[in-house]
T-cell receptor
Framework: GAVVSQHPSWVICKSGTSVKIECRSLDFQATTMFWYRQFPKQSLMLMAT?????????EQGVEKDKFLINHASLTLSTLTVTSAHPEDSSFYIC???????????FGPGTRLLVL | GNSVTQMEGPVTLSEEAFLTINCTYT??????LFWYVQYPGEGLQLLLKATKADDKGSNKGFEATYRKETTSFHLEKGSVQVSDSAVYFCALQGAQKLVFGQGTRLTINP
């Protein structure tokens, strides 16, 4: 149980294009999902909290107009990197909350390379 | 604010050696504590957790005990295997958000 998937697993795009990453909870419903970014050999940096049916809450320093988050259902959150640039290249990981007490279960990650 | 400090890596051990990865935390209230493992090129997998003082989390031969008096949650395994090679993250959860340590890279040699 508590399986989270991400799609795509990796993507290469040209500078200036937008990229959408999906995060799905496969066997449970999640009112809250999180989006993280991880640079090579570093820890995870929380970008935003995604709540079903409401606006996402962004961490300080994260541009909400650049990283659009939509949590349209209890099993799906999407992160769209708009007008991507090479500095946006990173490993993006989502998590979904389940259980009591709440535990975060992570997706396998999406590697983005912007050329 | 909340913070987690892990022992610096990388850590290299021989197969069947005893493993300890230290983790200490600073937090207000009574957070839950977690160890996550990340294999190369993958996301994080929950390894074990403890939700209150003196709880012991265990999984796949790994153990960690929630020590409130020393604010620690050290990860241990009695006999490591090559397949345990990965990056290990200690984390605490307060108000739903996770705060991660910097990660410890573990390499096990046959």
């Amino acid at each position: 149980g508590a399986v989270v998937s991400q799609h795509p697993s990796w993507v290469i795009c040209k500078s200036g294009t937008s990229v959408k990453i999906e995060c799905r909870s496969l066997d449970f419903q999640a009112t809250t999902m999180f989006w993280y970014r991880q640079f090579p050999k570093q820890s995870l940096m929380l970008m935003a909290t995604s709540n079903e049916g409401s606006k996402a809450t962004y961490e300080q320093g994260v541009e909400k107009d650049k990283f659009l988050i939509n949590h349209a259902s209890l099993t799906l959150s999407t992160l769209t990197v708009t007008s991507a640039h090479p500095e946006d290249s990173s490993f993006y990981i989502c998590s979904a909350v389940s259980g009591v007490p709440e535990t975060q279960y992570f997706g396998p990650g999406t590697r983005l390379l912007v050329l | 604010g909340n913070s987690v400090t892990q022992m610096e890596g990388p850590v290299t051990l021989s197969e069947e050696a005893f493993l300890t990865i230290n983790c200490t935390y600073t937090a207000t209230g009574y957070p839950s504590l977690f160890w996550y493992v990340q294999y190369p090129g993958e996301g994080l997998q929950l390894l074990l957790k403890a939700t209150k003082a003196d709880d012991k989390g265990s999984n796949k031969g790994f153990e960690a005990t929630y020590r409130k008096e020393t604010t620690s949650f050290h990860l241990e395994k009695g006999s490591v295997q090559v397949s345990d090679s990965a990056v290990y993250f200690c984390a605490l959860q307060g108000a739903q958000k996770l705060v991660f340590g910097q990660g410890t890279r573990l390499t096990i040699n046959p």
